[in-house]
């Protein structure tokens, strides 16, 4: 399942540019707006042209047991030759959460992605 | 637990194979960026068998930064490490390494594993690949 998520992170070492996701490739990021006290100049890889991602926020790939049932009301947006979703409702969003907090229990409350 | 054990050999303990592989072509300087994570979810375990770690310069900096390309270890109770580590500090076009491992050891539950890297250059750009092979079973 594609999904667009908000990244965090600072781009350091010990606070990688990430998605909260637990398990995701990136298709594609966009650092840019990141704190001008950053260590480096922004990542701009986009591997496929007209992929739209404002600041902060990347194409991501996670597999459909994590999020398919919570977001499988939200809408598909084709970029490209992929179904990506960009949107969720606070709802969806809260059933994905909970859903992370079972399936990955140790890490209970962490991983919290926010459609963007 | 018996001897021989009673428990079937991982592999037969409902398990599937995972590949976590991302190809970042030819990227400018960027902070340290996760390209994948993959997490161990509550009552599996598994197994990194196989990994692939792949820098090559493709665009001369000007000055050239330190390049590292690296798998980040994320231990269920906290903290981070370094598992495999290629850093590039040469400035030539084709310039790189490319290493395998075959093997990065076990995962438990709730453990993490990343493929990652950084480029505190300014300007050129670098394709990075991290490559890791998983087999993930019942606990």
């Not at chain 2, 592989?21 to 340290?32: A, D, F, I, K, T």
């Not at chain 2, 820098?55 to 490490?81: H, K, W």
């Not at chain 2, 490319?98 to 890297?117: E, K, P």
Request: avoid cysteine; charge should be negative; proline fraction near 8%.
């Amino acid at each position: 399942m594609f999904i667009r998520v908000q990244v965090i992170g600072t781009g350091t070492p010990r606070d990688p540019y990430r998605v909260p996701f637990p398990t995701y490739s990136v298709v594609a990021i966009n650092t840019l707006g990141m704190p001008a006290s950053a260590p480096t100049t922004p990542d701009l890889a986009l591997p496929f042209a007209n992929i739209p991602l404002p600041a902060m926020t990347a194409l991501v790939e996670v597999p459909g047991e994590d999020a398919t049932d919570a977001l499988a009301g939200a809408p598909l947006v084709k970029v490209q030759t992929l179904d990506v979703v960009m949107s969720a409702t606070p709802d969806q969003l809260a059933a994905l959460h909970a859903h992370l907090d079972v399936r990955y229990a140790e890490h209970a409350g962490a991983f919290r992605p926010q459609v963007a | 637990m018996p001897w021989p054990s009673d428990r079937t050999a991982f592999y037969d303990r409902n398990a599937t194979t995972i590949l976590k592989s991302v190809v970042s072509s030819s990227v400018g300087p960027h902070g340290g960026t996760n390209r994948w994570t993959y997490t161990v979810p509550t009552g599996r375990k598994a197994s990194v068998q196989g990994t692939r770690n792949f820098v090559q310069r493709t665009a001369a900096a000007a000055p050239v930064g330190q390049v590292q390309s690296y798998f980040n270890f994320l231990p269920a109770a906290g903290g981070a490490g370094q598992l495999g580590v290629i850093e590039l500090f040469t400035n030539t076009v084709n310039d790189g390494a490319d290493q395998t491992w075959s093997s990065l050891g076990d995962l438990l539950a709730g453990d993490g594993l990343t493929g990652s890297d950084s480029d505190a250059s300014t300007g050129g750009t670098v394709t990075f690949t991290q490559t890791a092979k998983i087999v993930e079973y019942d606990g």
